[in-house]
């Protein structure tokens, strides 16, 4: 049961958190003693201590929270408290993040607002606190507060690689495309070998593409997602979504340059610091190396070979249908 409430909480799928909360009873039975009801600090004095006991303990708490067992998150919940008391920034926000779920109205939601700003009030400097408050305002669709409380953020914390990449989320989804792509950049200042945010910023791009009508336009975001693509697979291979990436940008790439009277592939703007787009040689090639390495993913994945079962079945989905998709073409 341990090891896969030791996982970092968003690498957890639904099934699993059913079945780990399924477990939750026997393991807080276990770790119940008599001197688990003093209060903090004395409870440090009998306690068993480990980093990993209490990262379990939390991972649990959302899991609970996840598939509706409240009381079972509260049981969690108080464990924590009576470890590190009411007044740790981590446990407010987790205090307030099961308000936030277990809220039945607007009243309920209100209530963990309270919390967070009155918290706020009396110390600004809890970042955790304000980003749950960011990302309570976003919950209730007050997207202008959302957006506004993230700068605050960012304005005292500039390199705080979480809240910028929050803010990309949220351009995106108001379909502010400059923006996310400027937030998810500064995301790479400060981590630039996260692979996935490579990737995701090849995604913002190519969304972009998608509904840009200028064909050198076109031409020049897909050629950037296509960088991004290639750079995140570069930094971590059999990344899936990487790959599924650079198959869909290097197609794209390809036919617009069959039905483009120009050639774009030989135009660059030194101005701009634009970079000449990649040659159709190199597209192609990379084209072949996608479809070859999703292929491999995706039958070994299936099959369940051992060392390839962390691939969702909702990806591996994805990657087959868009090869099966390149194969209709090339029979047509």
Sequence with gaps: MSLPLLQPSTATSFPTS??????????LKSQSTWFAALPYPLSLLTNTESQEKWQIYENLFLASLRTGADATAWQCLEALVARFGKTNDRVIALHGLYL??????????????????????????????????????????????????????????????????????????????????????????????????????????????????????????????????????????DYLRGYYGLKLTSTRLLELRSTSQKQQQNTSDPSTGDLAPPSTETVKKLNAIATAKLGEIVRRASSGEKGWDGFSKAELSAARDLLDKSTLKIER
């Design 18 to 27: 059913i079945a780990l909360t399924a477990q939750a009873p026997s393991f």
């Design 100 to 237: 936030e779920a277990t809220a039945k109205d607007e009243h309920g939601l209100a209530a963990a607002m309270r919390l967070y700003e009155e918290v706020l009030i009396e110390d600004p400097t809890k970042f955790s606190i304000r980003k749950r408050r960011a990302a309570l305002l976003r919950s209730a669709g007050k997207t202008a507060e959302a957006a506004q409380a993230l700068v605050n953020i960012l304005d005292a914390s500039p390199t705080d690689a979480e809240a910028w990449a929050e803010l990309a989320d949220l351009y995106l989804s108001q379909g502010a495309f400059d923006q996310a792509v400027f937030s998810l950049e500064e995301v790479l200042l400060v981590m630039p070998n996260a692979w996935n945010m490579h990737a995701k910023l090849g995604e913002v791009l190519y969304l972009q593409a998608s509904r840009t009508e200028s064909v050198g336009e076109k031409a020049r975001l897909l050629a950037e997602s296509f960088r991004r693509f290639c750079r995140s697979v570069e930094l971590c291979d």
